[in-house]
């Protein structure tokens, strides 16, 4: 009897020391995320760096650009300084001028995935899951480049599909980028504080598919970030998307599809970039 009660204290203690050894892993830290954390009410600034502190971090954190390529649709090409290349909301249909390295999709619709991916790209990150309703979460180091998620619902044939639909926030070179993906709410507390800063942020601007312009634009107007550019146009002009912001807010429509963008040529005042083909 003593030598069972022994053995099966021996297991406890096992398992125990593997919780905690589980525990103990390190995780990724978000440079992007809110402190503020839950708190109700939390904004979140745009990132405007001192001279000190420029001068304090790594040439890599502020001297070379990451350069965002417009392909179609809502498929952006990211390309980074330690030379890391992602595709949002891949498809198959836009692709960029080499194999991406990682993929992000959603499934609101078949434009933002594809089930048969280049079997080359090293990381297709689902922006759903396969349990219906259940949270999918994407933690991972790619290089220079940490990516996460942030779930939302989507409308699913007359119902909401619970975190059917992921904000995927690419954090590299001191800049926090993130792309809503095939958004159908306006954000909560929760969301937001998940989310955290973004400097660049990726917004669709169909006016209906995904959300209305008035609720679109008030997601926008609370992320504050320093870069905005519209995806997704499908139907209304961009016009329509634009006039919703006033003079806090600057316009250039680039004759060309790529921007290159870093911590030092971020502009004090949002600026909505409309790439070429939008």
Known sequence: MLRWLLSALAAVGFLVSVA????????????CQAIAGNLPGATFARFEPSADSIKSQ????????????????STFYIQTPGGV????????????????????????HTTHYTLTP???????????????????????????????????????????E??????????????????????????????????GRLDVLMVPVDGGLTMGKQSMSKVVQ?????????????????DDFLGMFGSGYDVFRSPE????????SLPKKP???????V
């Open 20 to 31: 905690h050894a589980e525990d103990a892993k390190p995780r990724h830290f978000s440079q």
């Open 58 to 73: 790594p040439a890599a954190m502020t001297d070379e650009p990451v350069t965002i390529t417009y392909l179609g649709h």
């Open 85 to 108: 290349t992602i595709a949002t909301d891949y498809n198959g249909w836009y692709k960029p001028p080499v194999r991406p390295m990682v993929a992000t999709m959603n499934h609101a």
């Open 118 to 160: 280049d079997p080359g790209i090293q990381h297709v990150l689902h922006g759903w899951s396969d349990t219906p309703g259940e949270a999918i979460k994407h933690e991972l180091m790619v290089d220079d480049t940490f990516i996460r998620n942030v779930t939302t619902d989507i409308r699913r044939w007359g119902t909401f």
């Open 162 to 195: 619970e975190n059917g639909n992921s904000i995927f926030i690419f954090e590299v070179a001191g800049l926090c980028i993130g792309h809503l993906g095939h958004l159908h709410h306006e954000l909560a507390e929760g969301h937001y504080a998940e989310i």
């Open 222 to 238: 609370r992320l504050r970030s320093s870069v905005i550019l519209p995806m997704h146009r499908r139907g209304p002009v961009i």
């Open 257 to 264: 599809d790529t921007i290159q963008v870093s911590v030092r």
């Open 271 to 277: 600026t909505i970039y409309v790439l070429k083909g």
